[in-house]
């Protein structure tokens, strides 16, 4: 049933007709998919929701994002053989002559781990009559680190460029940079940046973000410090990311180095972002100081700013480290209302200390939630968990919806 399902949206993608044969998805926008996309570990689902993309919305940039949501459901369940159908059937599209468009297929077999289909597509350029530049190129070499090939990425910077008569573009130095620094070869990335210097080709934010980053994780600190100092010699307009790594770094050394950073960060016009936050929450809650933690957590929105994913796995886990299951309860409860659930291992770890302190009611209904809302390869792990603390024959008998209805009603 699940690969008829997946064959009928396939065709129904290779005739370039997007409104599904069902009606649970009618034709949608690009915001919208993606949206619902996030949320649906469903290959086939996933699928469906792809398909009902509005045709209105062709440009390769929006479009590129729902694909590649969509791939990654795919490459998850290991459905290899839909994701190169599906991949396959745009090549039947009129716009496959347009280069943009062909090189989000490239960067999509990178993401599923499918660097030959990748490179295959490449070389169909000409037959396709799709032209080459080094956007298709910068594509090729981003599927490259995608699948993590990071070896082939210098191999292809070197012979593709001559091969095909273009000249490789700061983009281009970039992933090769990032391949270099992957692979924890962090001094020939620092050769590159010399490299692109003397050919005068700009080292974007981004490339020496991903070179800051290396750095200090090899803990390469000086050299680290020496190269933020060269980036503000230059001018280089330091943004959140930069600044991130920096905190990333930090955090370990006690919540106020990572706030002196914040400051600074505020001090120069840079707004700080969640991911800072987080790593002062963390720094904080390491150095047992969860009230401080508590309170970053809480400011968020009046700083117009969203807890994600990490920020409540962070506050869940700490709280239960110190016991606190109620108030580590009770964040739970908010990211299911903001579908930022934390992953198994801390829910696991906050489920134990529930039962532990007698409260079976709430560790029952956190089960039944997370059931509904992992992906159904957790169900097996989840059923575990209940065997274990005694809490399934009472599981079963009680209403599925109350932790669902308490946490967003």
Request: with cysteine; aromatic share 8%; charged share 30%.
């Amino acid at each position: 049933m699940a690969s008829s399902l997946s064959i009928r949206h396939i065709r129904c993608l290779s005739t370039t007709i997007t409104t599904t044969t069902t009606t649970s998805f009618s034709t949608i926008s690009v915001s919208k998919a993606k949206s619902k996309l996030r949320s649906e570990h469903d290959p086939d689902k996933a699928l469906e929701i792809y398909s009902s993309v509005s045709t209105h919305y062709t440009s390769p940039l929006s479009s590129r994002y729902t694909q590649d949501l969509t791939i990654k459901r795919l490459a998850k369940s290991k459905r290899f053989t839909d994701i190169e159908s599906l991949l396959e059937s745009h090549k039947k599209d009129p716009k496959i002559t347009q280069e943009p468009f062909l090189s989000t297929l490239i960067r999509s077999y990178g993401l599923a781990g499918m660097l030959d289909h990748a490179i295959k597509t490449f070389d169909q350029m000409d037959e396709l009559k799709t032209p080459r530049s080094a956007t298709s190129f910068n594509a090729l070499l981003s599927a490259c680190n995608l699948s993590k090939e990071f070896g082939k990425v210098p191999k292809l910077f070197d012979e593709i460029p001559k091969k095909y008569g273009f000249l490789p573009d700061k983009v281009s130095y970039g992933i090769l940079v990032k391949s270099y620094c992957e692979s924890g070869k962090v001094e020939s990335a620092m050769e590159i940046l010399k490299e692109m210097e003397e050919k005068k080709i700009e080292v974007t934010n981004v490339t020496f973000t991903t070179v800051l980053d290396a750095l200090y994780k090899k803990d390469m600190v000086d050299e680290a410090e020496k190269l933020w100092n060269e980036m503000v010699k230059r001018g280089c307009e330091l943004d959140v990311a930069a600044y991130n790594v920096r905190i990333m770094y930090a955090h370990g050394s006690g919540p106020e180095n990572v706030q002196a950073l914040i400051d600074e960060m505020v001090a120069v016009g840079i707004k700080p972002d969640t991911i800072g936050y987080n790593y002062l929450m963390t720094s904080y809650c390491k150095s047992g100081k969860i009230d401080e933690a508590k309170k970053v957590y809480e400011d968020l929105e009046n700083m117009g700013l969203h807890a994600n994913a990490a920020t409540y796995r962070t506050l869940v886990y700490y709280l239960c480290r110190n016991e606190d299951y109620e108030r580590a309860y009770k964040v739970f409860k908010k990211s299911v209302e903001f579908h930022k659930i934390p992953d198994f291992g801390t829910l696991k770890f906050l489920v134990e200390g529930l039962v532990k302190k007698g409260n079976r009611k709430d560790a029952k209904g956190l089960i039944r939630t997370v059931k509904k809302k992992f992906p159904p390869s957790f169900l097996n792990a989840w059923k575990k968990v209940e065997v274990e603390l005694g809490l399934v024959s009472e599981s079963v008998s009680s209403d599925p919806v109350d932790v669902v209805q308490e946490a967003t009603g």
